[in-house]
């Protein structure tokens, strides 16, 4: 996804190799991530795709199943491994995942502190933030859940980015060794309060943090916490509006076939007592919102150390 070394810096020119992951796109809300390996098969309602006539192509490619049917192979992005990860937990999404790293501030080379890890959603793009200098510690006091978290960014390539810790971050708070280094810190904890003391200890002068909570009542409780060290102190619900955009058949004109202004494209019909009906549909690009909408995720608190 984002590994360090030069050549498989994300150029996604490069082509696709054995033992690569690579996101199968069949359209915007049915896509996998597949692990590359020659001699595999993908089978789906398109056909059988053989991996080894995936392997040479460039990113992007679109590929042919035995049956004539085809998806494309598109390099695994943070933005699209959130859309494919398997759900250990609730998971933030790229609306608040872009707010969280604008708001931060998180460049490359930053040091960033998370917890909980959950399923790395949000990591991955920390990751590819502070790329190619920088490193995220994300905290989870959940062990196999940070575990398969391990597993997935050895996999999308970001384990050099990325070091995961089994800890209770609301109880313990953050391992002293960071005392006074982080640039940033995320907390989506239940109790985000009960680790703000930490966070205040391990942020540098100016630091930033956020807090990711559900319930408004987290976070007014976090806020009532923040006042002690932290300034600035702002909370935002991010929605996000989704459009449909295409195009469509949008009307019918009538008339009695002698309207000589009539100049698009019509039919003409005989009716029984010998009249004639002319139609016209014209066809327009509709714009509207999509029903499925996401609506409220969580609140973003946002803070900096005084
Ligand atoms: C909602 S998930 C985080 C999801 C993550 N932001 C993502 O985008 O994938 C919350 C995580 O916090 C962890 N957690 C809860 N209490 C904790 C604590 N006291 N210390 C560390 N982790 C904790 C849970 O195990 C869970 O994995």
């Given at each position: 996804?984002l590994?360090?070394?030069?050549?498989?810096?994300?150029?996604?020119?490069?082509?696709?190799?054995?033992?690569?992951?690579?996101?199968?796109?069949?359209?915007?809300?049915?896509?996998?991530?597949?692990?590359?390996?020659?001699?595999?098969?993908?089978?789906?309602?398109?056909?059988?795709f053989?991996?080894?006539?995936?392997?040479?192509?460039?990113?992007?490619?679109?590929?042919?199943?035995?049956?004539?049917g085809?998806?494309?192979?598109?390099a695994?992005?943070?933005?699209?491994?959130?859309?494919?990860?398997?759900?250990?937990?609730?998971?933030?999404?790229?609306?608040?995942?872009?707010?969280?790293?604008?708001?931060?501030?998180?460049?490359?080379?930053?040091?960033?502190l998370?917890?909980?890890?959950?399923?790395?959603?949000?990591?991955?793009?920390?990751?590819r933030?502070?790329?190619?200098t920088?490193?995220?510690?994300?905290?989870?006091?959940?062990?196999?859940?940070?575990?398969?978290?391990?597993?997935?960014?050895?996999?999308?390539?970001?384990?050099?980015?990325?070091?995961?810790?089994?800890?209770?971050?609301?109880?313990?708070?953050f391992p002293?060794?960071?005392?006074?280094?982080?640039?940033?810190?995320?907390?989506?904890?239940?109790?985000?309060?009960?680790?703000?003391?930490?966070?205040?200890?391990?942020?540098?002068?100016?630091?930033?943090?956020?807090?990711f909570?559900?319930?408004?009542?987290?976070?007014?409780?976090?806020?009532?916490?923040?006042?002690?060290?932290?300034?600035?102190?702002?909370?935002f619900?991010?929605?996000?509006?989704?459009?449909e955009?295409?195009?469509?058949?949008?009307?019918?004109?009538?008339?009695?076939?002698?309207?000589?202004?009539?100049?698009?494209?019509?039919?003409?019909?005989?009716?029984?007592?010998?009249?004639?009906?002319?139609?016209?549909?014209?066809?327009?690009?509709?714009?509207?919102?999509?029903?499925e909408?996401?609506?409220?995720?969580?609140?973003?608190?946002?803070?900096?150390?005084?």
């Amino acid at each position: 996804m984002l590994a360090n070394d030069l050549e498989k810096r994300i150029s996604f020119k490069r082509s696709i190799s054995n033992g690569d992951l690579v996101i199968v796109y069949e359209k915007h809300d049915s896509m996998k991530a597949v692990t590359v390996s020659e001699g595999s098969v993908l089978q789906n309602r398109f056909g059988v795709f053989k991996h080894s006539d995936w392997i040479g192509n460039p990113f992007g490619s679109k590929v042919f199943s035995n049956k004539g049917g085809f998806v494309y192979l598109l390099a695994p992005t943070p933005e699209l491994w959130t859309l494919v990860l398997s759900h250990r937990t609730q998971i933030l999404y790229i609306a608040d995942i872009s707010f969280v790293i604008m708001y931060l501030e998180i460049v490359p080379g930053c040091l960033v502190l998370e917890s909980g890890t959950g399923s790395g959603s949000l990591t991955t793009s920390l990751a590819r933030a502070v790329a190619p200098t920088g490193h995220v510690y994300t905290f989870d006091f959940h062990d196999q859940r940070a575990g398969s978290a391990r597993d997935d960014f050895e996999r999308t390539g970001l384990s050099s980015l990325i070091s995961v810790g089994v800890r209770d971050i609301q109880g313990e708070g953050f391992p002293d060794e960071f005392t006074g280094l982080a640039d940033s810190v995320f907390l989506d904890l239940p109790q985000p309060w009960l680790a703000i003391p930490s966070v205040a200890k391990m942020l540098k002068q100016d630091g930033t943090l956020c807090s990711f909570s559900p319930c408004i009542e987290q976070v007014q409780r976090s806020c009532e916490t923040l006042q002690t060290c932290f300034t600035d102190i702002r909370t935002f619900e991010v929605l996000l509006r989704t459009y449909e955009v295409r195009e469509e058949k949008m009307g019918t004109f009538h008339g009695d076939g002698n309207d000589s202004n009539v100049s698009l494209p019509c039919k003409r019909r005989q009716c029984s007592d010998g009249s004639y009906v002319v139609s016209t549909t014209i066809s327009s690009v509709m714009a509207r919102p999509c029903g499925e909408a996401r609506g409220h995720t969580g609140y973003l608190t946002f803070a900096r150390l005084k």
